[in-house]
């Protein structure tokens, strides 16, 4: 079964440094998103991703991040200036265009983000 | 503020019996919901998908939908050790992304 598959599976960066977290969605979906989950609490949406541009993003998704699908493949979410509260799992998901809002998200294995 | 709101538990259920999650969620114009497993320190996993009021089995599993009362729950049957895990509520808005409740954690005492 198609997966989505993410890089790395944990990264531990220094605070101020950039991080850029990957991710290769199911090959013929269209819909990309990344959410995160600051550890014991929710999974919270950050930004999707459509036709390669931002069609949403969410009040947490600051100027200090960016996403990009620089290869027609993989689609990144880079963090220029990491804050220790940048602490949290990244998970990207991705969908097919049809019937988009009927289901649900396939969730890559997520990046745990350690930022000291 | 579009809301999913789940008790955060621990729910202990004994092996073999039925588990029992509720969610409620705020957006009354919502279309689609859905009941994704987490273990702890892995992803989230796709278990149900529900779109119309009433049941709709899959397996040990049943979703229930109410969108008059704003009410989504999954009863889990014959439960085992291995559905111990956080159960998150998620709910799709009219073309918007998935909303998540925080989470039910269960756990199945052997």
């Known amino acids: 079964e198609p997966e989505v598959t993410q890089t790395p599976s944990h990264q531990v960066t220094q605070m101020g440094q950039e991080v850029i977290l990957r991710c290769v969605p199911i090959?013929?979906?269209?819909?990309f998103y990344w959410y995160r989950q600051i550890l014991g609490q929710k999974v919270e949406f950050l930004v999707s991703?459509?036709?390669?541009?931002?069609?949403?993003k969410s009040e947490i998704f600051d100027d200090q991040v960016s996403v990009e699908r620089p290869d027609g493949s993989n689609f990144t979410l880079k963090i220029r200036s990491t804050k220790l509260e940048d602490s949290a799992m990244y998970f990207c998901?991705?969908?097919?265009?049809?019937?988009?809002?009927?289901?649900?998200?396939?969730f890559g294995s997520g990046t745990r983000l350690t930022v000291v | 503020q579009k809301e999913v709101e789940q008790n955060s538990g621990p729910l202990s259920v004994p092996e073999g019996a039925i588990a029992s999650l509720n969610c409620t969620y705020s957006?009354?114009?919502?279309?689609?919901f859905f009941w994704y497993r987490q273990y702890s320190g892995k992803s989230p996993e796709l278990i149900m998908s529900?779109?119309?009021?009433g049941d709709k089995e899959d397996g040990r599993f049943t979703a229930q939908l109410n969108k008059a009362s704003q009410y989504v729950s999954l009863l889990i049957r014959d439960s085992q050790p291995s559905d111990s895990a956080t159960y998150l509520c998620?709910?799709?808005?009219?073309?918007?992304?998935?909303?998540f409740g925080k989470g039910t954690r269960l756990h199945i005492l052997p």
């Open positions: 998901a991705s969908l097919s265009t049809t019937q988009k809002d009927l289901y649900g998200y396939t």
């Open positions: 529900i779109y119309s009021n």
């Open positions: 991703f459509y036709n390669n541009e931002i069609s949403e």
């Open positions: 998620a709910v799709n808005p009219v073309d918007d992304k998935i909303i």
């Open positions: 957006d009354r114009v919502s279309q689609s």
């Open positions: 090959s013929n979906h269209l819909y």
